[in-house]
């Protein structure tokens, strides 16, 4: 009998002392594939978000001169047509080759809902979960997940959660149904292959590796419920279905958190006068606004029903989340990674660090900052006094609290002439410090195969980094180029800052070994004087909202009756022809 072929080895390290469950904290996450190639992603770090498996405006050259080392695939986007396009392609790797990602490179994670999809949704069932596809809703199983997971074998998989979509506030007895769902179908994952299934060789080829998303909605007792019988020892058939484990945390590689749901549940708790911290989320008689109400903009101009994902406003509760996070913590292992979905600003990142000890962080906002025209500018540690006046000439809007943009709205017309790059400080970015090509491109004819001449090698050449001007002209006439240069550099910038965390982190781990740590430590006084020097409340993305909108109304097809609408609003009702 021929033994098994070798499945890839997922691990996570943590460097600091196992006594700080709470707190920054430093790790490394190795992934090993049987082939001998292995990623390593430093911890704090982010991941990035696709849609229909590819990162939005990339294409696959720009993925290997990117900063993505971990790609998360919201699967429900293939749901449209069944069965899903994925799980139709065959290899050990159906994901990075039917898509693109490189084996050496990339981490490829693979969840069911996109979790920074807020729609209200149907409500899940005791059976399947409610997802939305290009052609509506469409109804996940238990079962339907697990073939799919053993079919596409992404290297990192979200298990099945209960995460409720209805109108919140949730009563108890909803979020008791949630709990033990959730639970229900952690096991079925976990559970091992049986003679009977059709998927027997498949898993016993491939064993996924799964993150568990804490259950729990707004409610502190619900969290830490949940989170108790993650590490619980299963007795009879329960315990006999997930053998040889005793515990479900046993097979769990990491924790999630999707803050979208949590925000939700927040908002509509304090509308009706809720308070989720000390007591259960009980039934009222009143209805909450619903989800797409609460992602919806503030601004008047109105957005169409295929945006409502775009531009989620949502008010920040870092303070009120951090006590759900620690009750959802507190019972599971310290040594185990810790990833939250939809943060809102490189603010909330830090306190997030501070307070709770994330590893993984999603690049959702950045992403969505290209999207509306925005290159981030913003540097950890915050520029000081001096280091600003230097640059002042090309830094970013200063706001009337004194605080500056973390980046610039490049739809803006003050960018018409700006001839500087896309950061005031040097970034490593493709759209910042471009690469010529180091050989002739031949086409045809002219391709030296075709004759005795030898193509001239040339060195790696650096190219001048593309403009702020450039950019605005490229927005302005809706080139594509421009949202695929922004998200590079603002994937790029990310890059930048959590690998400056990780340096502040390391050296008041030094200092604190060494004994010559000052009171709070550097961390605290550096996050400080981020959160003074820079804006927290985005003034500069809903100006680019405003203006992306602008400009999107003169594409396709009736862009002329459009114009002479506005044309009419704007002269007071009178006529004005085209």
């Known amino acids: 009998m021929s033994s098994l072929p070798p499945v890839p080895s997922l691990s996570f390290s943590l460097f600091t002392p196992p006594t700080t469950r709470f707190g920054p904290r430093l790790g490394t996450i190795r992934f090993k594939r049987p082939e001998g190639a292995e990623i390593q992603i430093q911890t704090p770090g982010f991941l990035t978000s696709a849609s229909r498996g590819v990162v939005p405006h990339l294409s696959r050259d720009h993925y290997a001169e990117s900063s993505i080392r971990w790609v998360n695939l919201p699967f429900e986007s293939f749901l449209d047509v069944p069965p899903p ?32 999809d807020g729609r209200e949704m149907p409500a899940n069932g005791n059976t399947h979960v409610s997802t939305y596809s290009l052609r509506g809703v469409r109804k996940i199983t238990p079962a339907d997940w697990r073939s799919y997971v053993l079919s ?102 990491g924790y999630t958190f999707d803050l979208v749901p949590i925000r939700l549940s927040l908002e509509a708790a304090e509308k009706q006068h809720q308070d989720p911290f000390y007591s259960p989320v009980e039934s009222l008689p009143q209805t909450p606004p619903s989800a797409a109400d609460a992602n919806s903009n503030s601004n008047s101009t109105s957005t169409p029903s295929s945006e409502v994902n775009l531009d989620p406003v949502i008010p920040a509760h870092t303070d009120q989340l951090t006590p759900l996070l620690h009750a959802s913590l507190e019972p599971l292992p310290v040594e185990k990674m810790r990833l939250v979905n939809t943060v809102q600003t490189p603010h909330e990142v830090l306190r997030l660090i501070s307070t709770v000890g994330i590893d993984i962080f999603d690049a959702h906002w950045a992403q969505r900052a290209a999207d509306i025209g925005v290159a981030l500018d913003f540097t950890f540690p915050a520029p000081s006094s001096s280091s600003s006046s230097s640059i ?175 044309q009419e609003e704007g002269t007071l009702g009178t006529a004005v022809e085209l």
């Open 85 to 116: 396009v994925p799980t139709l392609v065959p290899g050990k790797n159906p994901l990075h080759s039917f898509l693109g990602y490189s084996l050496g490179q990339h981490v490829v994670s693979m969840s069911a809902r996109d979790p920074a």
């Open 152 to 253: 596409c074998k992404p290297d990192i998989v979200f298990a099945l959660s209960d995460i409720p979509f209805t109108n919140p506030p949730y009563s108890q007895k909803r979020l008791t149904k949630s709990i033990e769902r959730s639970a229900s179908w952690l096991a079925n994952i976990l559970s091992p292959p049986t003679h009977t299934s059709t998927y027997a060789l498949s898993e016993g080829e491939y064993k996924p590796n799964i993150l568990i998303h804490m259950a729990g909605a707004a409610s502190v007792p619900a969290r830490r419920a949940f989170a108790s019988s993650l590490v619980e020892k299963l007795l009879g058939p329960e315990a006999d279905a997930i053998k040889p484990l005793e515990t479900l945390d046993q097979g769990v590689f």
């Open 392 to 566: 002042s000439s090309t830094a970013t809007k200063t706001r009337d609290n004194g605080k500056h943009d973390i980046g610039h709205n490049l739809y803006s017309d003050s960018y018409t002439h700006d001839f500087s790059s896309f950061s005031a400080t040097p970034c490593e970015c493709r759209a910042c410090t471009p690469i010529a090509p180091s050989t002739r491109i031949y086409h045809g004819i002219d391709d030296p195969s075709y004759s005795n001449e030898e193509p001239a090698a040339s060195s790696v050449r650096e190219k001048p980094s593309f403009t702020r001007a450039y950019i605005h002209h490229l927005l302005h006439t809706h080139e594509m180029s421009a949202h695929s240069l922004l998200v590079m550099h603002n994937l790029g910038v990310l890059d930048t800052f959590f690998a400056s965390i990780r340096r502040i982190i390391q050296r008041d781990m030094e200092a604190q070994i060494k004994g010559s740590e000052v009171e709070g430590g550097e961390w605290e006084e550096e996050v400080r004087r981020f959160e003074e020097y820079y804006d927290e409340s985005l003034v500069v993305f809903e100006e680019a909202r405003v203006m992306w909108r602008d400009v999107d109304l003169a594409r396709g097809r009736g862009r002329l009756k459009r114009e002479k609408k506005r």
